[in-house]
């Protein structure tokens, strides 16, 4: 995408990649997809192929970090060096560092970590292919591993993101959105508990959009929620006909 | 961890907050004493000092010449840095940038940015070879809770101050002329940090009321009373009628603190 289209939204109210306004990209999710974690799950968001990868209740290294009356979340986002159009440097740059730190910050509500002191949960997410909303789909993703885990949890944890694109409040906004558009804003959920975890924003929306914005995202969280629980079954009913 | 001094200190803490009191007897809404000097570094092209109540920041402002980006060839350049400098906190470590530090920046810079308070396509130069770039560099000095505010609000005074060399170009070459401007500024956007303790929402929290705060919501508000930045933080959540709340109480604060700054 070298040249801004005049419009992103055209005359019939669709976008550039065919959607409505309010309209998710497809979805396609999947639990324990990697034997040598202790959970696992694949996210396809549009474009977006994710993996996340979650280790423990296990014993912390190094051990002073360790917390004698909890367990501690760590966060790891990455981006493959061929995610995106230009190689990323496989370093950590600092875009990653802060989505690292409000993606385990997104995750940590769900959790009991009185539970399991002087532990820690590991979770590693590998951006494979980015499409925009990495960080949502990224903990959609880590949320469905530390459930396959066998973390107890309080409830799943579902991003989504919505935003402005050129004068309209639109749904899970992808990459030429999200550089073009007005705003855009990730929004983290616990659907059963009603709880936002993470909330972010750039962009410039008047207050009565933003809340717009915030409700349509959380509109789309819960029906990617459903998804997730779907593919936590799904792997379950799978290992049962194999043990017939 | 302290845990046992700290678990003491919330009890206390979210008492007071039952009753709308706080530590420092300020009400749920109200900021600390805000104090602003501007130019205080002769060296830098603008500076600014912050106390608010103790936390003190210290912004240097320097403007350089270098390339824009490819995708933005004639608009300047702007970054932020933050240092969370040893001196200010018994918890801070020499060493290359944490996490938190890293946050800091990138939430004083998206203030900044998204708000377009910096005028970029006025620091062009030369289209895609060359623009002023500025760098805002956050010096934190003494760390008593609720830096992201105190930052942002010391960035964009010190940004206020930031005067321009004068310059021609001749025969391609920039050549540095006698005498300053101002650097171009759009608009103001101050940033506003609501931590929910216990249910409550209260503004600008204090270093204690930091290690027992479940979470908090950075919004930058511009003159108009738009949004143009948010992070979360902290590893609670918020509900949806306590964003909306969250977001009203930073318009108002917003509009309130921009007062102290001058242009």
């Known amino acids: 995408m070298n040249e801004k289209p005049e419009k992103l939204i055209d005359k019939k109210g669709l976008r550039l990649d065919g959607r409505k306004a309010d309209e998710l990209r497809p979805l396609k999710l999947q639990v324990g997809v990697l034997p040598n974690a202790d959970g696992s799950a694949y996210i396809e968001h549009g474009k977006n192929k994710i993996l996340a990868a979650a280790f423990g209740p296990r014993e912390m290294h190094p051990k002073h970090l360790a917390q004698a009356d909890r367990m501690v979340l760590r966060c790891r986002y990455h981006m493959a060096p061929f995610s995106v159009q230009e190689r990323k440097s496989p370093a950590p740059s600092r875009r990653e560092v802060e989505l690292s730190k409000v993606i385990k910050e997104s995750l940590e509500p769900a959790l009991f970590h009185e539970l399991y002191p002087r532990t820690g949960v590991d979770v590693f997410v590998e951006v494979l292919q980015a499409d925009g909303g990495t960080r949502c789909a990224s903990i959609t993703a880590a949320a469905l591993a530390i459930a396959d885990a066998g973390v107890p949890m309080r409830d799943l944890v579902v991003a989504c993101a919505a935003g402005k694109v050129d004068d309209t409040i639109v749904l899970d906004l992808y990459d030429a959105e999200d550089k073009l558009g007005v705003a855009d804003v990730p929004v983290a959920y616990m659907p059963s508990l009603n709880a936002v975890t993470l909330l972010q924003m750039d962009g410039i929306l008047t207050p009565a959009e933003f809340e717009k914005a915030v409700n349509m995202a959380m509109d789309g969280c819960r029906k990617i929620y459903e998804l997730q629980k779907e593919a936590l079954k799904t792997k379950y009913m799978v290992v049962k006909e194999v043990e017939e | ?263």
């Open chain 2, 1 to 263: 961890m302290s845990s046992s001094i700290t678990r003491v200190r919330l009890k206390q803490i979210e008492e007071l907050i039952a009753k709308g009191q706080r530590l420092d007897e300020r009400g749920l809404r109200d900021y600390r004493e805000i104090k602003i000097e501007q130019g205080l570094i002769e060296r830098a092209e603008g500076s600014a000092r912050v106390l608010l109540g103790k936390t003190e920041i210290l912004v240097g402002v320097k403007v350089e010449t270098g390339e824009p980006f490819p995708d933005t060839p004639n608009e300047g350049v702007q970054t932020v840095n933050a240092e969370l400098v040893p001196i200010a906190s018994p918890n801070f470590e020499p060493g290359p940038p944490d996490e938190n530090s890293i946050e800091l920046a990138r939430v004083v810079d998206r203030g900044i940015r998204e708000s377009k308070a910096i005028d970029t396509l006025k620091l062009c130069i030369e289209p895609g070879k060359k623009v002023f770039v500025v760098f805002v560099d956050v010096y934190v000095l003494n760390h008593d809770g609720n830096l992201i505010d105190a930052s942002a609000l010391a960035a964009m005074a010190a940004l206020l101050n930031t005067k321009m060399p004068n310059y021609e170009i001749k025969d391609g070459e920039l050549k540095i002329k006698q005498g300053y401007t101002p650097l171009p500024m759009k608009s103001h956007p101050i940033t506003v940090t609501v931590g929910k303790i216990n249910n409550s929402l209260i503004v600008d929290p204090g270093l204690e009321e930091e290690q027992v705060m479940d979470s908090r919501l950075s919004m930058a508000v511009n003159d108009d009373g738009n949004i143009c930045a948010i992070q979360k933080g902290g590893s609670g959540y918020f509900t949806p009628q306590q964003i909306l709340e969250a977001s009203k109480i930073a318009q108002e604060k917003a509009a309130e603190l921009r007062k102290k700054l001058e242009w």
